[in-house]
Each structure stands twice: as structure tokens, then as C-alpha cells.
Nanobody
Framework: QVQLVESGGGLVQAGGSLRLSCAASQRTFSWSAMGWFRQRPGKEREFVAAISWSAGVTYYADSVKGRSSISRDNAKNTVYLQMNSLKPEDTAVYYC???????????????????????WGQGTQVTVSS
């Protein structure tokens, strides 16, 4: 059974930074991509960022572009989300997601949809105070 375990959430003041981590438990197969989504209070879950596992191509939502950076450590089977210049509207539960290499996407808009992902973490709370 695949488990994705997020860490690194917390309370931070506006303008501050946080680094989220997501460690995947399995090594039986390769990933196509891993990504981060968030669910703000009263809102639908939305795409934040994703990274293709082999090539390291990155994708970002416009709302975080320029303020966030996604990276991965293949050896540790871990993906990171560095978030800077945080705003109160970034307050949300952040979810890690992963899809195996049975699925492949290339081009703009890849890995930005919920239904592209097979596995999900439990989420980590990020709260940004003003």
C-alpha cells in the first residue's frame, strides 16, 4: 500500500516562508509525477505545483508562481514545496499527490488536475497570519 506522508506545515506570519515535504513509502514502481494541491476554507481543492519525476519539469498555479518552488529527491522518494512571501490567502490544507509511471503527460497544463493522481496524502495545515 502506498503512503504519502506530508510534513512541514504550521503557522507563519505573512511574508514568511515554509517548506513542505512529502515522503512516499513505496519503491516498487516509478512515479510519473508528484504534486501539491491545497484546499482553502470553503473552497474546492486546487492545484498548486507539480514536478515530473524523471525529467524534473515543473508546473505551477498562477497564484503561487514566482513565490514557490517544487523539487524532488529521487533517492529519498520525496517531493518538496518551498513557499516564500506567504499571504493570508495561502492558508489551506496542503495535500501531496502522486501518480505512477503508468500515466504520462507532456506539455502545458500537465499534472494540474485532481483526477490525474492515484495517491494522496492526509494533508498538512498551513496557516498564514496577517
Amino acid at each position: 500500500q502506498v503512503q504519502l506522508v506530508e510534513s512541514g506545515g504550521g503557522l507563519v506570519q505573512a511574508g514568511g516562508s515554509l517548506r513542505l515535504s512529502c515522503a512516499a513509502s513505496q519503491r516498487t514502481f516509478s512515479w510519473s509525477a508528484m504534486g501539491w494541491f491545497r484546499q482553502r476554507p470553503g473552497k474546492e481543492r486546487e492545484f498548486v505545483a507539480a514536478i515530473s519525476w524523471s525529467a524534473g519539469v515543473t508546473y505551477y498555479a498562477d497564484s503561487v508562481k514566482g513565490r514557490s518552488s517544487i523539487s524532488r529527491d529521487n533517492a529519498k522518494n520525496t517531493v518538496y514545496l518551498q513557499m516564500n512571501s506567504l499571504k493570508p490567502e495561502d492558508t489551506a490544507v496542503y495535500y501531496c499527490a502522486a501518480v505512477s509511471d503508468r500515466y504520462y503527460c507532456s506539455g502545458d497544463g500537465c499534472y494540474g488536475r485532481l483526477n490525474e493522481y492515484e495517491y494522496w496524502g492526509q494533508g498538512t495545515q498551513v496557516t498564514v497570519s496577517s
